[in-house]
């Protein structure tokens, strides 16, 4: 039900919640026909449904005139029939006599018409003047079951009351059935509460203090856990630079075998000034400053290709990295919470099938991790122009036999990307070897590396299906007393 507040178009009341059941004690005729038009006309323009209940001394076509005046547009309100005039007789005392049951159905009826037909609620009001001393008791009864009944309702109804033929005991009891009521007397509003309404504000005064209290409590809460989730981030990037620094390092190393071709334009260059100094020792008189000459260009050149061999050892040395026990299903997850906003960027589901309980295998953890990273990249590369299918990862570890026959753990990263000919498996792990516009092409020649220097071996099969399936064998080494390393 909505919460929100309504007009009640009556002065002294203001806006109320949907479920108020008051009523009015009218002095005069022209207090209650003012009263109710303001009631009406409000509701009306709120997109409520309106039920006027007419008695005595007002009559329905009274009412109508009355209505047009004060309400500008009534016409079309009366064409889609948004307001209805009723007789209170025929309300009240159908069948004659007050079933509480009948009106109180007939109001849901009325209700759920409404709300079927878009309005917000209904506003009812019924006036009591017809009510003869016999039916006051059945009339209260009904009161108290509507009081009862009407809180969780979108339905605002204001009972109607004479003042001047009410008697202390009837005040009493029209002012025990309602909510509140209002009077006016000599021009001058007066509102009486009742102490169910009196306690019901304090209750409401008191539990906006406590949502009050719980906002600002939330708010710190929230506050802190935005400061949390900086510091994952700082964590996260810390992640990812360690990583990167591995992986410059150890492509630099992998390079190491290419840079061969740096130390042979050196020697090269000796061979050239070795034979032309010797040529011109060979003269007659010998020319000594040229052979000299020559060889101090051997000299400065066989420096150079010294530094080139010195350096990439010196490279290959920082990037060794040291073994420990590693949680290969551990490991995995790491990688897989670095990887999570490129799997989201890229829409990829990601499956795990990671065996429990597998045993940790001796390794470089960062260069595992730095393997298992370059598959899972590859595979969400492989699916970026994917769109006619899932883009499905699945990744998966358990145990195996190893290359010597030995217990060893199975890794596969299996994608659902554009493959490759069967023919070219193997070139996809020559170094160089790239079909990105700013790919290296050295992830996988450096993860076969990585594999072989852990006794192990990787390598790529073509899915049934679509895609590739990369698989990472590492042996199980004996436990040397180590304990997995942490993070
Ligand atoms: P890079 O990613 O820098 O190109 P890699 O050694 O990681 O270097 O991969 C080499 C090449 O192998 C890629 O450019 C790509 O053509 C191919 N490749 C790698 N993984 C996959 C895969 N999962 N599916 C299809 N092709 C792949």
Request: contains cysteine; negative net charge.
């Amino acid at each position: 039900m909505t919460t929100a507040l309504r007009n009640t178009g009556i002065e002294p009341v203001g806006e109320m919640p949907w479920g108020t059941h008051f009523c009015h004690f009218y002095e005069t005729k022209d207090d209650l026909l003012e009263t109710l038009l303001s009631f009406f006309k409000v509701g009306l323009e709120a997109g409520e449904f309106c039920a006027w209940v007419v008695s005595e001394p007002l009559t329905e076509e009274e009412v109508w005139q009355a209505l047009d005046r004060a309400v500008p547009g009534l016409g079309r309100y009366v064409a889609d029939q948004s307001i209805e005039v009723l007789k209170a007789r025929d309300v009240y005392l159908a069948g004659g006599e007050i079933n509480l049951h009948r009106i109180i159905s007939n109001w849901s009826a009325k209700l759920e018409r409404a709300l079927s037909r878009g309005y917000q609620g209904i506003r009812v009001s019924g006036n009591t003047a017809w009510l003869e001393q016999k039916q006051w008791r059945d009339f209260m009864e009904y009161e108290t079951e509507l009081n009862r009944g009407i809180g969780d309702q979108p339905m605002l109804v204001l009972c109607t009351y004479p003042l001047t033929t009410c008697g202390a005991t009837e005040f009493l009891d029209v002012a025990g059935t309602h909510q509140f009521a209002v009077a006016k007397r000599r021009g001058r509003w007066e509102v009486v509460e009742t102490p169910q309404l009196t306690q019901a504000k304090a209750e409401i005064a008191r539990l906006n203090q406590d949502l009050e209290q719980r906002v600002l409590e939330r708010t710190t809460e929230l506050e802190a856990a935005i400061g949390d989730q900086k510091r994952a981030s700082e964590a996260l990037q810390e992640a990812q630079k360690a990583l990167a620094h591995v992986t410059r390092l150890t492509t630099i190393s992998e390079l190491t075998a290419s840079l061969a071709h740096e130390v042979n334009q050196p020697l090269a260059a000796i061979e050239a000034n070795a034979t032309a100094s010797l040529c011109w020792l060979d003269h007659t008189p010998p020319a000594l400053d040229e052979a000299r000459q020559g060889m101090q260009l051997v000299i400065r050149d066989a420096q150079r290709a010294g530094d080139v061999i010195a350096h990439a050892r010196a490279l290959v040395k920082k990037s060794g990295g040291e073994k420990s026990l590693v949680g290969v299903d551990q490991m995995i997850r790491e990688v897989l919470s670095l990887v999570q906003p490129e799997v989201q960027k890229h829409a990829v589901v990601v499956e795990e099938a990671l065996a429990d309980g597998l045993p940790p295998v001796l390794g470089d953890r960062v260069r595992l991790q730095q393997l298992v990273l370059n598959l899972i990249m590859n595979g969400i590369d492989a699916m970026a122009e994917v769109t006619s299918r899932p883009r499905r990862m699945l990744i998966s570890c358990e145990r195996d036999q190893g290359e010597d026959g030995g217990p060893g753990i199975l890794v596969a990263v299996r994608d659902a990307g554009v493959g490759a000919a069967a023919d070219d498996l193997e070139k996809l792990f020559d170094p160089f070897f790239t079909t990105k516009r700013d790919g290296l092409g050295m992830g996988l020649s450096i993860g076969r590396s990585i594999a072989e220097a852990h006794g192990g071996r990787l390598w790529a099969s073509r899915n049934a299906d679509h895609g590739l399936t990369f698989h990472l064998l590492v042996p199980e080494t004996s436990n040397h007393g180590l304990t997995p390393s942490p993070q």
